[in-house]
């Protein structure tokens, strides 16, 4: 069998060092954009809910997010039934940022996906979908302090 985590790691880790080296003159630290992109495609959002997104702890979802208020891309509001629930909203500022962040997204695309055909973006797609589904079930079942069996 190939190697194809190894693969799609290599990806990852690839774009997102351009984009953390790209986004720094934007005061965006390691990885911050992710969280950003998903509270401006999510105004309201729960941390909880934005750290299973991205597929994180509850603890790296709130540093990030308490960086991302102290420099201004988002901010926390009660909600207004229950004051103990903090929803997270962009700024102007946030969104004036995730606009650079979704061109430099489009662009990482278009590089990425040269050469293949629309049928084969989304048969890749597709696939990518599937493994993404097969391994948030271990996700989820590491999470709640689990081993898995090898």
């Given at each position: 069998?190939?190697?194809?985590?190894?693969?799609?790691?290599?990806?990852?880790?690839?774009?997102?060092?351009?984009?953390?080296?790209?986004?720094?003159?934007?005061?965006?630290?390691?990885?911050?954009?992710?969280?950003?992109?998903?509270?401006?495609e999510n105004p309201g959002i729960i941390q909880e809910k934005l750290a299973e997104m991205i597929k994180v702890d509850r603890t790296t979802a709130a540093r990030a997010v308490k960086k991302?208020?102290?420099?201004?891309?988002?901010?926390?509001?009660?909600?207004?039934?229950?004051?103990?629930?903090?929803?997270?909203?962009?700024?102007?500022?946030?969104?004036?940022?995730?606009?650079?962040?979704?061109?430099?997204?489009?662009?990482?695309?278009?590089?990425?996906?040269?050469?293949?055909?629309?049928?084969?973006?989304?048969?890749?797609?597709?696939?990518?979908?599937?493994?993404?589904?097969?391994?948030?079930?271990?996700?989820?079942?590491?999470?709640?302090?689990?081993?898995?069996?090898?």
């Open positions: 069998m190939k190697e194809i985590l190894r693969e799609i790691g290599m990806i990852a880790r690839a774009l997102d060092s351009i984009s953390n080296i790209e986004f720094k003159e934007y005061d965006l630290a390691r990885g911050q954009y992710l969280y950003l992109v998903r509270i401006v991302l208020e102290i420099n201004g891309f988002i901010e926390k509001k009660n909600d207004e039934q229950n004051q103990k629930i903090k929803k997270l909203f962009p700024t102007e500022k946030g969104e004036q940022v995730n606009h650079f962040i979704r061109r430099e997204n489009d662009h990482s695309d278009k590089v990425a996906l040269a050469g293949l055909s629309d049928q084969e973006v989304a048969s890749l797609y597709n696939l990518l979908q599937r493994v993404r589904k097969n391994i948030e079930k271990d996700w989820e079942y590491v999470k709640k302090g689990n081993k898995r069996d090898y």
